[in-house]
């Protein structure tokens, strides 16, 4: 058997891994189907437990700032524009590591380029999409992969890495029974619009009811020249579901025109939302999916990461940040256990678990809840917040969640590195 690990899917938890597993000195190849690279996406958020990742990758602040902001707020608001519930994020916590707000496109392209400089450019096979798997007698193991011009080939690893994203094939012949993708009502439309930022300049704003809303933050640090960033913005609805989602694909690119009505309304003397949906340059339509969580990530010498072993609602902000941090503890168990089946099992039996009950929290709307808690109680509509839900229960009703999501911040400061620095893994050769 060789010592090769072999990673399908090159996304962010693919490419964190793939550094990952270059850093402790594992060899690995990435096979991803699309046919190049592009910086696709909108925001998504790096949680501390994600940065801090990042940094032991040798990233610094000035690459995290190229790609986005660190994030100083996040905050719920009533639709008469009160608050609700809001906090300091990043090191403005009390967390030693910021919290970023990045464009995902660039921060993917950012992956690449890092992993490109280390490893070289043959280590991300582009066009190549992995279609199934043999588990060898040796131990060892077979990916199938089909390229874009229909010629099909195959490589033997030690292991493999199915890190190929919410329609994972890998998965799905891991669990051939799975139940299909689920929706429970929501659509979401996103864009970017470049527009002032408002309270801190870096806040996370979820404003509206849990069935109604519109969630912005800003994705790029302000113009020098005009003062306007980059603001990411999620318009979300839910509908009825009985009948399933009726369009042909999960993501479609939509004129605003099709969904700005649901906000025209929203129109205060800090805000206009209208205004901030028609300014966007181009806008995507995609229903809020996930999928069921399945007993076991694992398979003899295949494993599933990122969206692939959890795709879940975007709501707790924590899918991009766990895909990296999915690749740090499966570092960690081959650091512990070496390039076998044992650090798999390792980082099955650490993660599936927690993780699993996560999706299933995320689906109750994750730190959103206060949200169906205002709404339950006064409908959405109040003067003083205190006098719907106590400080103490909208305290604790986020630690909660934190805690669930592992960026609590006591716990994470005081945790030693996941992987130390200079820490190699034994290869199967050396086993
Ligand atoms: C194009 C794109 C845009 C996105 N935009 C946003 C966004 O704006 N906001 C947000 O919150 N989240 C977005 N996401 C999802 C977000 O990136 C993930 O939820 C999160 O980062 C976890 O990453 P992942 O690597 O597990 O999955 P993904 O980032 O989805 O990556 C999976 C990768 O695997 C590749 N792939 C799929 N099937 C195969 C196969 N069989 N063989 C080989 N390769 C395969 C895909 O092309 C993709 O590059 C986007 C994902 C993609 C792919």
Known sequence: MNDLV???????????????????GVPCI????????????VGINLQPNAVRELYDLGFTQGDLDRVGLPAKEWALVGLNGNDIYSEARGLLAGYNWPQYAVHRGLFHMLLYEKLRERMGPEVVRFGSRVTGY????????????????????????????GADGIHSAVRAQMHPAQPPIHWGGAVMWRGTTWAKPIRTGSSFVGLGTHRH????????????????SMINWIAEVTMDNTDG????????????????HHFEEWIWDWLNVPALITQAASAFENPMIDRDPVPAWRDGPVVLLGDAAHAMYPTGSNGGSQAIVDGRILGAAM?????TQDAFA???????????QLILRNRGAGPFGLLNLVDERCGGTFDNIDDVIPVKERTEFMAGYKAAAGFAVE???????????????????AN
């Open 6 to 24: 072999i990673i399908a899917g090159g996304g962010v938890g693919g490419l964190a891994t793939a550094l990952t597993l270059c850093q402790i």
């Open 30 to 41: 990435v096979y991803e189907a699309v046919r190049d690279m592009r910086p696709l996406g």
């Open 134 to 161: 043999q588990k060898n007698s040796d131990g060892g193991v077979t990916a199938l992969i089909e390229h874009v011009d229909g010629s099909t080939s195959e490589t033997t690893g030690t292991l493999l890495i």
């Open 213 to 228: 809303r519109m969630v912005f933050y800003p994705i790029s640090h302000p113009d020098p020249q005009t003062g306007l």
């Open 245 to 260: 989602w009726k369009q042909s694909g999960w993501f479609r690119q939509v004129g605003v025109d099709d969904f700005v």
């Open 335 to 339: 650091v512990e256990h070496g390039v």
């Open 346 to 356: 390792a980082y099955d039996a650490k993660l599936c678990g927690p993780i699993s």
């Open 411 to 429: 716990n994470l400061n005081k945790a030693s590195p996941t992987i130390s620095n200079g820490s190699r893994a034994r290869t199967a050769r």
